[in-house]
């Protein structure tokens, strides 16, 4: 198991007990928990437990800002076996939307999807953040990126 947490961010310290009891199911092929974007501390009114989702669920969400699974890498936990054996990589020429790449192919090589929805990641806003200071060149690839993320999605089964 593998997660990619952003050095600035800050974790719940549940955050791995949960990602790992996630994955004491066998069949776990990804294991996600829900996000705070910005700290804004305090509880929550989410009940604890894990939840199976569809992949037309997972997928769908990668595109759809605003979702509690999202795209995002920070927030999932990942087999290694499945990263090493569908040569699954970051595309290091990409400056934005790496991670949805990255965790849209990872999604297509999987099949059960556990969703914890409580907020364990919480997704620092810097104002100097690439996310905040990116080009057009930037964006107009990351638009690239989120056509074909789309594009594969419409593989999949209904």
Do not use: C
């Not at 669920?57 to 090493?84: L, Q, V």
């Not at 192919?105 to 953040?129: C, E, I, Q, T, W």
């Amino acid at each position: 198991m593998i997660v990619f947490v952003d050095a600035d961010d800050l974790l719940d310290p549940t955050y791995l007990e949960v990602i790992v009891s996630g994955f004491s199911d066998p069949k776990a092929d990804l294991v996600i928990v829900g996000f705070n974007w910005g700290w804004r501390g305090g509880g929550h009114d989410h009940q604890p437990g894990f939840e199976e989702v569809t992949k037309r669920r997972a997928y769908d969400s990668i595109n759809y800002r605003g979702d509690g699974i999202g795209g995002y890498t920070w927030n999932k936990g990942f087999k290694m076996s499945i990263i090493r054996d569908n040569h699954i990589r970051f595309d290091e020429s990409l400056d934005l939307a790496e991670d949805l790449l990255f965790t849209a192919d990872y999604m297509m090589a999987s099949h059960k999807f556990l969703f914890y929805d409580v907020p364990l990641y919480n997704k620092v806003n810097r104002g100097n953040s690439i996310i905040h200071s990116a080009t057009y060149q930037m964006r107009a690839k990351e638009q690239v990126v989120r056509r074909h993320i789309d594009e594969m999605g419409m593989k999949l089964m209904p």
